[in-house]
T-cell receptor, first 114, second 111 residues
Framework: GAGVSQSPSNKVTEKGKDVELRCDPI?????LYWYRQRLGQGLEFLIY????????KSGLPSDRFSAERTGESVSTLTIQRTQQEDSAVYLC????????????FGPGTRLTVL | AQSVSQHNHHVILSEAASLELGCNYS??????LFWYVQYPGQHLQLLLK??????LVKGIKGFEAEFIKSKFSFNLRKPSVQWSDTAEYFC?????????FGKGTRLHILP
């Protein structure tokens, strides 16, 4: 079975542009997480989705960040008016149920904002 | 605020050396504890986890970790490391469905 996939793997954009990052979780996993990892830093929680419940958006750093998930499938993370400090690796993970279950991570999207 | 501290940011060892990576977290109560590992070029993956029971847990590839509640610690150990253990290791305590990842420890094993 396929693991978690993310696209694109790399994205270079200009400051002020909007970007959209995609995550395909493992089929059947009800929980989906987005993290950000800046160079030399740990994983910073952004948002998680659990089934049809309202997402936990407590980690989103600003209103420029938003995420959607259709049912228990694909999720997109959108960053509007990107800033240089948004440069990071954005990781998606899914789990069968919400934490404390094991999370399965995707390869990440490396975002560079020039 | 809840926090997790990994004391060693970069560790270099020779093969067959013993390993201990420190992890401390700031909050009490019921905590579930994870160590994740990221090998070069690979995805983050679970190394081991502790939910309850025996505080000494064993994970993949000969790793183990000991939960010491009184010290708020969950240190990762391996008696004899191999070159293939070169990776980045993340401690991740979880309380009330709120998981926090540490900044990671880069482990470099010299062949």
């Amino acid at each position: 079975g396929a693991g978690v996939s993310q696209s694109p793997s790399n994205k270079v954009t200009e400051k002020g542009k909007d970007v959209e990052l995609r995550c395909d979780p493992i089929s059947g996993h009800t929980a989906l997480y987005w993290y950000r990892q800046r160079l030399g830093q740990g994983l910073e929680f952004l948002i998680y989705f659990q089934g049809n419940s309202a997402p936990d958006k407590s980690g989103l750093p600003s209103d420029r960040f938003s995420a959607e998930r259709t049912g228990e499938s694909v999720s997109t993370l959108t960053i509007q008016r990107t800033q240089q400090e948004d440069s990071a690796v954005y990781l998606c993970a899914s789990s069968l149920v919400v934490t404390p279950d094991e999370q399965f991570f995707g390869p990440g999207t490396r975002l560079t904002v020039l | 605020a809840q926090s997790v501290s990994q004391h060693n940011h970069h560790v270099i060892l020779s093969e067959a050396a013993s390993l201990e990576l420190g992890c401390n977290y700031s909050y009490g109560g019921t905590v579930n504890l994870f160590w994740y590992v990221q090998y070069p070029g690979q995805h983050l993956q679970l190394l081991l986890k502790y939910f309850s029971g025996d505080p000494l847990v064993k994970g993949i590839k000969g790793f183990e970790a000991e939960f010491i509640k009184s010290k708020f610690s969950f240190n990762l150990r391996k008696p004899s490391v191999q070159w293939s253990d070169t990776a980045e290791y993340f401690c991740a305590p979880d309380r009330d469905d709120n998981i926090i990842f540490g900044k990671g420890t880069r482990l470099h094993i010299l062949p």
